[in-house]
């Protein structure tokens, strides 16, 4: 009975120490680029000077959320610590689960941020609709003691979540969801300097090029937090330019029945076009602009032809070019796994003007259209595109009888088409 009763209450005690650990948050503010490491108490925040403000955000679903917070500026808690302003350059946040976030100093403190009320307007959550950007009000980032997610109204404000990271947008289309950092534990501030964003890729590249053609924008890197931003008026682009990925890579496969709506190549080009780009995103510097100048070739272009479709439909045979039928010997299908849609290679290839060779040794496929290059390895991720090597999320697969099966969006997109789906029909369309 005695052993019973020194482990009820031992049980007892570590619950009790569990559960006080669990209602009394801290957040420790350390690094190279301050003086004071300090660690703040839930009660020592509730002593500093409260602010309660409104921010407009957008996640990279994407999707728009108001947030209500209450809570310390976190310029006062870097204060609080002895910042080293003209040697800190970048501050990374952390939360519980091991959640960061790095931002630098300038996109933080020197970069006017907003809280835009009429950002709903056009569209109440679709957040690849811009908002109206008038009534803007300047807001500055706070660590919030309480709030609340998906409202402005300060009564459902609660400690869930908190302390949290709320800033606001520089434009009405950024995207900032995923910089809200919930359950805070620690702010790094470092003195490194922020590297620089690669700069956005085209395909096609700058050149001459058909009447129709579409042109993709793509990042260099796999970081999803990065967003591509460009103009066509010869103007350099900047946050408040038009976005190209608008859904970011992580979401393509919950959202492969709207993404090439929503993330859209640019086109069709039918005349002379110069496109700016620039990648910008958080803990970085913006990437350099680039700039892609395609010229219509005047021959191609006086014949004006008529964009070629394609059309085919997951677990089923029949397919057609510009509306004549064929039938495919092996169905399109959906991987489950990646949620991408996986047609025969060679079919679609050759629909959209490429040269397919097949080496049985190696189990590689080369795709050739005159200007691009793709080297594809069944059963692996990794492709070379021009020589340079990427990496895909579905893997090329071989299935009876012997058809070589690959993603579509990749080979389809690479070779400079457009691609649609729809979930009900099941239908594929391919824009060349």
């Known amino acids: 009975m005695r052993a019973l009763a020194y482990l009820l209450t031992v049980l007892f005690l570590f619950m009790f120490s569990t559960a006080a650990l669990a209602e009394s948050p801290s957040i420790e503010i350390t690094g190279d680029g301050v003086s004071n490491p300090v660690k ?24 728009k959320k108001l947030y209500v917070g209450k809570g310390v500026k976190l310029w006062d808690l870097l204060i609080a610590a002895d910042i080293k302003d003209k ?70 404000m609660n400690d869930l979540n908190c302390p ?26 470092l003195t490194e300097e922020p590297k620089k964003w690669d ?10 090029v058909p009447a129709g053609t579409m042109v993709t924008l793509s990042l260099p890197s796999d970081d999803d937090n990065a967003k591509i931003y460009y103009t066509l008026d010869g103007s350099d682009p900047d946050v408040n330019s038009p976005m190209y990925n608008w859904i970011s890579k ?56 008529s ?62 259209d005159g200007e691009k290059e793709i080297v594809l390895t069944v059963g692996s991720s990794d492709v ?7 990496t895909i999320d579905c893997a090329p697969t071989v299935l009876s009888p012997g058809r070589t099966f690959v993603p579509l969006r990749f080979v389809s997109e690479t070779l400079g088409a457009a691609v649609d789906y729809n979930p009900k029909a099941k239908e594929i369309i391919i824009v060349e």
């Open 164 to 189: 949290m990271l709320m800033l606001g947008q520089r434009a009405v289309t950024e995207q900032t969801g995923n910089l809200f950092v919930k359950n805070l534990i620690k702010i790094e501030v």
């Open 307 to 368: 964009p070629k479709v394609i059309r085919l439909f997951i677990g089923s045979t029949k397919a057609s070019i510009d509306g004549i039928p064929y039938t495919l010997d092996a169905a399109p299908f959906l991987n489950a796994k990646v949620g991408r849609a996986m047609v025969p290679l060679r079919f679609v290839s050759e629909a959209l003007g490429a040269k397919v060779i097949w080496d049985k040794e190696s189990d590689k496929v080369l795709i050739g």
């Open 40 to 63: 703040l108490s839930l009660e020592d925040l509730k002593e500093m000077e409260q602010h309660q403000v409104v921010y407009s955000s957008i996640n990279t679903w994407p999707s």
């Open 87 to 156: 040697e800190a350059k970048l501050i990374r946040f952390t939360a519980a689960d091991g959640y960061t976030i790095v931002l630098t100093m300038k996109e933080l403190f020197q970069d006017e941020r907003y809280y835009f009320p009429n950002f709903k307007k056009g569209s109440e959550s679709e957040g690849h609709i811009p908002g109206d950007p008038s009534g803007k009000v300047k807001v500055e980032p706070i660590i919030a003691l309480l709030g609340a997610e998906g409202t402005d109204n300060p009564k459902y």
């Open 250 to 305: 992580r979401w393509w496969s919950a959202r492969a029945d709207v993404l090439g709506k929503i993330n859209r190549p640019i086109g069709p080009i039918n005349e002379d076009t110069i496109i700016k780009a620039i990648v910008i995103g958080p803990g970085k510097l913006n990437s350099d602009i680039v700039t892609f100048t395609y010229k219509v070739d005047d021959k191609k272009a006086d014949e004006t032809p």
């Open 199 to 208: 700069p956005p890729q085209a395909n096609p590249d700058s050149g001459p």
């Open 384 to 390: 070379l595109v021009n020589g340079r090597l990427q």
